[in-house]
């Protein structure tokens, strides 16, 4: 739970097999970059347990019943270019290169503005908000975000017409 509702986004880096609760460890990440050789295993099948760490529940949302029921009933693996094209993960590049390609994500996100935080919050929110719960998360999150540091330089940046330098604040 306290991985659902982290204050900032996350991201994963998935280096050779991605299997059981380290499947759902993944998906539970706003992020996911895979090497080329990975895949994702729940082969709960083969021993005789169902699937955890909120894998039944994230795993319909993200790539549909019909997918999810094959992962998760039939214990296949889900080589890292399939679980791209799927939309399960955002990208997989060269082994050599996952890292690298993680990294970039985090920079990314640690020089963006505190408001990241709120967004991966609403999104995951919006998995089991309704049409009308989902705006009023939106409106107090916005609230949240216009009163901080990073929303007032933001806007000073693009009235001056330069890049904002944000301090997660």
Do not use: C
Request: positive net charge.
């Amino acid at each position: 739970a306290s991985v659902r509702k982290s204050p900032k986004p996350l991201v994963s880096a998935v280096n050779g097999v991605a299997a059981g609760v380290g499947v759902s460890l993944a998906l539970a990440s706003d992020l996911v970059v895979a090497a080329e050789s990975a895949y994702f295993l729940l082969a709960f099948r083969r021993i005789g347990l169902v699937p955890d760490g909120g894998a039944t529940w994230m795993l319909p949302k993200l790539v549909g019943k019909a997918r999810a029921m094959e992962l998760m009933l039939l214990g296949e693996k889900l080589p890292a270019k399939t679980a791209a094209e799927w939309g399960l993960i955002n990208k997989f590049v060269p082994d050599a290169e996952v890292m690298d390609a993680a990294m970039q994500y985090a920079r990314a996100l640690a020089e963006g503005p505190s408001s990241l935080g709120l967004t991966r919050n609403l999104v995951w929110e919006s998995l089991n908000n309704s049409w009308h719960e989902q705006l009023e998360a939106e409106a107090y999150a916005q609230g949240i975000a216009a009163r901080s540091e990073d929303a007032r330089e933001g806007i000073m940046a693009f009235v001056q017409k330069r890049p904002a330098q944000f301090k997660g604040r």
